[in-house]
């Protein structure tokens, strides 16, 4: 690893990030990248903001550290909560993601999209603006997916909880004549075949990562921040959470194996993990009983 700013730095919760990592790759092959994944205090979706304020700092601070030129805030519940004050703070780029509402609202042909994301992004200002920006073209149904992320953490794709979660909260959308999804949280990407199979082939799943990945790409051009190597970027990955089960979940979602490495203490155990919150019990009820329109 390097450390003058030659690197770009991602994070995450955990391991959703990787869906997005995996389109930078693509993009920018001569990058070198490092990837934290914040797994020993995941999930962020149902933690109070402050808490994910702090950690996305300390995140930063580490990346920064080790060279980044620019972050990727490849967690939307971070993007929604820390964003803001991230860019008020740092001078160098920072990216984040948000749902894909506006390709969605432009494209749907039953006129409802659904949007599937933690209970955090679904509560924040962030997510409100954009609803009042581009929701009043379509109908809305905004689902929150309590323990959905956590499927992902934990290797769980196909699983039979993971299955019933997807169908609890597939199905209130699907019944509502949803054509289109859009996927507001990093790691739902990992569950694209299952949502695919259980919403059918004529339902469109909008993954925002490599819109994201070219809006990066855009900025370091602008910036002069492009590397000029011509070799491979090298790609580094870092945890707060435990090696051998996060490194096993890690390499199957890539595919491939890795090297991964624990978070420096000060970074790790910066603050004390929060009571959780248990904002999420609410939404998870109405889940149950059906999505919440909006719009
Ligand atoms: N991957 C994160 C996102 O995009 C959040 C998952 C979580 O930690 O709750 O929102």
Redesign the pocket.
Known sequence: MTNHHSLIGIF???V??LSMLQHIRADLPGESLLYVADSGH?????KPGDFIVRRSFAITRFLLEQGAKAVVV?????TAAAIAQLRAHFSIPIIG?EPALKPAVATTRSGVVGIL??G??VRSDKFAALLDQHGQRARVIVQPCPGL?DCVEQGDLHGPHCQLLLTRYLQPLLSEGVDTLVL????YPFLIPEIQRLAGPAVTILDPSPAVARQLHRRLEAAGLLTEHCVAGTVDYFTSGPLEPTAEVMARLLGHSLKLEILPEHVHHDIPQPSIHTLDAGFAQSAVGGARPIA
């Open positions: 995450d919760s955990g959703g990030g995941a999930p962020y979706g149902n490849a967690c939307n519940t971070a993601i994301a933690t955090n992004t992320a507001g949280c990093t790691h």
